[in-house]
C-alpha cells in the first residue's frame, strides 16, 4: 500500500509545476556567465509569500541590497536552498530536455516559450522575473555572499 504522504510530497515538488517560475526568471535575466547557479536561489526565494509581496511591491529603485536590508526575507535561505535542491535540479532537467532553455557553455540561453499551463504558484512567475532584475547587476559570488549563502 502507497503512503499518502508520498504522494502529497510528489504533487508539491512536481518540475512541470515549477518550470514556467524558472523559465520566467532565465527569459528575464539575458544571458550571464555561470548563470546556471542562481537556479538553486529562485524557487527558496521565490516561492515563500512575503518574498513574492516584496518583489510585488518593490520599486523601481529597489535592488538586492534593499532585499539584503529587511533579513526577515532571508531567513533560513540555506536550509530552503537544501530543501528546494532536488526540484531545481529536476525542473531544470525538465527545461533543458524540452528546449526551453539550452546551456551553452557556461551560459543559458531562453528558447521560445512553449509552457501553455501557468501551474506555477499564484505570482511567482511575477516574482521570478523581478528577482532576475534584482540579481543582473551583480556576479554570481556577490549574489550568494549578500543572500547569506556560503556554500551551495
Given at each position: 500500500?502507497?503512503?499518502?504522504?508520498d504522494?502529497?510530497?510528489t504533487?508539491?515538488?512536481?518540475?512541470?509545476?515549477f518550470?514556467?517560475t524558472?523559465h520566467?526568471?532565465?527569459?528575464?535575466?539575458?544571458?550571464?556567465k555561470?548563470?546556471?547557479?542562481?537556479?538553486?536561489l529562485?524557487?527558496?526565494?521565490?516561492?515563500?509569500?512575503k518574498n513574492?509581496?516584496?518583489?510585488?511591491?518593490?520599486?523601481s529603485?529597489?535592488?538586492?541590497?534593499?532585499?539584503?536590508?529587511r533579513?526577515?526575507?532571508?531567513?533560513?535561505?540555506?536550509?530552503?536552498?537544501?530543501?528546494?535542491?532536488?526540484?531545481?535540479?529536476?525542473?531544470?532537467?525538465?527545461?533543458?530536455?524540452a528546449?526551453?532553455?539550452?546551456?551553452?557553455?557556461?551560459?543559458?540561453?531562453?528558447?521560445?516559450?512553449?509552457?501553455?499551463?501557468?501551474?506555477?504558484?499564484?505570482?511567482?512567475?511575477?516574482?521570478?522575473?523581478?528577482?532576475?532584475?534584482?540579481?543582473?547587476?551583480?556576479?554570481?559570488?556577490?549574489?550568494?555572499?549578500?543572500?547569506?549563502?556560503?556554500?551551495?
Open positions: 500500500m502507497s503512503n499518502p504522504i504522494h502529497l510530497y504533487l508539491h515538488t512536481n518540475p512541470f509545476l518550470a514556467a524558472l520566467a526568471f532565465y527569459e528575464s535575466l539575458g544571458p550571464q555561470h548563470s546556471m547557479l542562481l537556479s538553486y529562485v524557487l527558496p526565494i521565490v516561492l515563500e509569500q513574492r509581496d516584496f518583489l510585488r511591491k518593490a520599486r529603485n529597489s535592488n538586492l541590497r534593499t532585499m539584503q536590508a533579513r526577515e526575507l532571508l531567513t533560513a535561505i540555506p536550509q530552503r536552498l537544501e530543501d528546494y535542491r532536488q526540484v531545481t535540479i529536476d525542473t531544470m532537467k525538465y527545461l533543458i530536455s528546449h526551453l532553455l539550452e546551456v551553452n557553455g557556461t551560459t543559458i540561453s531562453v528558447g521560445p516559450n512553449q509552457l501553455t499551463d501557468q501551474t506555477s504558484p499564484p505570482g511567482a512567475v511575477l516574482a521570478a522575473r523581478l528577482l532576475a532584475t534584482f540579481f543582473k547587476p551583480f556576479d554570481i559570488t556577490t549574489i550568494y555572499r549578500l543572500l547569506g549563502v556560503m556554500q551551495l
